[in-house]
C-alpha cells in the first residue's frame, strides 16, 4: 500500500482515541489483502478469493472525502466482512442484495457520505439483518436508492434483473467473483477467525453490531436457559394479567369477565469475571448466554465486572447496549456477591461467567438462591458449593 491518506485512515481507525469501536474495525481491515486500484469501479469494495478477504480502493474517489467520511466507509466494508454479507448472498438477486446489506450495517456507522441508504431510506425499522430489508425490497424502492436511471425490465418471477445500476459507497461487483460453495465455507471460516483476533487485539471493547454478527457465525446459546429457568422459576416474583382462558374467580359463572394468568419473571444478576486470565474471546461467549437470557425472560439483567473487586455494574436487556470490558486485574467473585448483600440487590438467581480459576474460601457467605456457573475453560471443573449450584462448560 503506496497510498499516504489511504494509509492515513487507516492507521486512524485503529488508533482513533475518541471510538473504541473504530479499533475494533481498524484490525478487521488490517487483516485484508489491500489493492490501491485507480481503474476500480466504485469507491471501495471487497471480495473473497486466495484464502482471504480482499479490499479494494479507489485512490481518486477515496481521497475526495473527509478523514471521518473515509474512516465511515472502511468500517462499511467491515461490517460487510463481520456480516458475511459474500456468503450469504447465495442465490439472492444481486441488485436488491446490495441495497438490503447497505440498509442493514449502515444504521450502525457515523460520518457516512450524504445519500448512504438506510432503513428509513426504504420505509422500513431499525435493527433488522439483510435478509428482512430483501423480502421488501421493489422497484420503487430501487429508484429511491439509485442514482443514475434504471430500467423497469423484470423477469418472469416478477424478481429485478441485475441490469438496473446501484451505486452507493462501495462496489459490490467483487461478490459475484467470490461466491460459490467452496468459497462460502471458507470465507466463514476466515471472517470468524478475524473476528476473533479483532476481539484479542482491540482492548475487550466489543461492539454491539458484531455481538449480533455473531449469532449468523452459529455461536448461539449453548446452554439450555429455558428448562433452566422454568425449574426454578416457582420461587420468583410474579404478576397477574387478564386471560380468557382462565375463570374469574370472583365471578366463575361470569364467562365475559377475564381470570387472572400468573406470569413469572425471575430476577437474574449476571456476575462476569473480568480477570487477566478470561480472554476477550472468553467473556464474549459469556455476553452471548447473557443476551439469551434476556431474550427469554423479556426482562433486564444486572450485570456485574468483577476481578478482585467490583468494576463495573450495568442493569440492561442487550437491546441497545455495548459491553465494554472494565478490569483486568485477580480473580475474585466474592465481592461481587458481597455487593449484592450489601446493597439489597433483588435476585432469584445468580449467573456466573468465568473460566474457573477461583476457590469459595474466601466466601464469608454463600448465596441461598440457585447457582449458575457458566465454564470457559473446558479443562477446569470447579467444586459446586451448594446443592443447587450448577455448571455448564462454554465450548
Known amino acids: 500500500m503506496k497510498n499516504k491518506q489511504i494509509e492515513k485512515a487507516i492507521l486512524n ?6 471510538d473504541k469501536d473504530n479499533c475494533f474495525y481498524g484490525h478487521i481491515i488490517a487483516q485484508c489483502e489491500i489493492h490501491i486500484d485507480d481503474t476500480f469501479d466504485g469507491i471501495a469494495g471487497v471480495g473473497y478469493w486466495n484464502d482471504m478477504f480482499q479490499l ?32 450469504r448472498q447465495s442465490d439472492k438477486v444481486h441488485l436488491q442484495w446490495n441495497i438490503a446489506t447497505d440498509a442493514a450495517i449502515n444504521q450502525f456507522i457515523d460520518n457516512l457520505p450524504e445519500g448512504s441508504i438506510y432503513p428509513e431510506t426504504l420505509g422500513k425499522e431499525k435493527d433488522k439483518y439483510a435478509e428482512y430489508y ?6 420503487n424502492i430501487i429508484k429511491r436508492c439509485c442514482k443514475s436511471k434504471i430500467s423497469t425490465n423484470t423477469c418472469c418471477s416478477g424478481k429485478l ?19 460459490n460453495d467452496k468459497n462460502d465455507n471458507f470465507s466463514k471460516q476466515a471472517c470468524q477467525s478475524m473476528i476473533d483476533k479483532a476481539i484479542e487485539k482491540s482492548i475487550g471493547n466489543i461492539p454491539t453490531p458484531v455481538q449480533k454478527a455473531l449469532k449468523l457465525l452459529n455461536k ?15 420461587n420468583s416474583k410474579k404478576y397477574f394479567e387478564p386471560s380468557y382462558k382462565k375463570v374469574n374467580r370472583r365471578f366463575p359463572n361470569r364467562i365475559d369477565l377475564p381470570g387472572k394468568k400468573a406470569i413469572f419473571i425471575p430476577t437474574l444478576v449476571c456476575i462476569v469475571d473480568v480477570s487477566g486470565s478470561m480472554s476477550n474471546k472468553e467473556i464474549l461467549k459469556g455476553i452471548i448466554e447473557i443476551q439469551q437470557i434476556c431474550k427469554l425472560t423479556n426482562h433486564k439483567l444486572v450485570v456485574i465486572q468483577v476481578d478482585t473487586e467490583v468494576q463495573d455494574i450495568t442493569t440492561t436487556d442487550f437491546k441497545n447496549h455495548k459491553f465494554t470490558r472494565n478490569g483486568c486485574g485477580g480473580t475474585e467473585l466474592y465481592p461481587a456477591v458481597d455487593y449484592i448483600n450489601k446493597n ?26 440457585p ?25
Not at 481507525?13 to 475518541?18: K, Q
Not at 438496473?164 to 467473483?177: A, R, V
Not at 448461539?220 to 416457582?234: C, T
Open 161 to 179: 434483473q441485475d441490469d438496473e445500476i446501484y451505486s452507493n459507497i462501495d462496489s459490490h461487483t467483487l461478490w459475484d467473483k467470490s461466491s
Open 220 to 234: 448461539d446459546s449453548q446452554v439450555p436457559w429455558q428448562k433452566i429457568l422454568k425449574r426454578i422459576m416457582g
Open 371 to 395: 447457582m449458575l456457573f457458566l465454564i470457559t475453560d473446558k479443562n477446569c471443573k470447579i467444586n459446586l458449593p451448594t446443592k443447587r449450584s450448577y455448571q455448564f462448560v462454554l465450548e
Open 13 to 18: 481507525l485503529i488508533s482513533d482515541p475518541y
Open 134 to 139: 430483501y423480502e421488501y425490497i421493489d422497484i
Open 56 to 87: 479494494y480502493i479507489n485512490p481518486d474517489l477515496f481521497t475526495i472525502f473527509t478523514l471521518k467520511e473515509q474512516k465511515a466507509i472502511l468500517i462499511h466494508e467491515a461490517m460487510h466482512i463481520i456480516f458475511n454479507h459474500i456468503s
Open 344 to 369: 439489597k440487590i433483588d435476585n432469584d438467581i445468580l449467573v456466573f461467567i468465568t473460566d474457573g480459576h477461583f476457590g469459595f474460601y474466601s466466601w464469608l457467605k454463600m448465596p441461598k438462591v
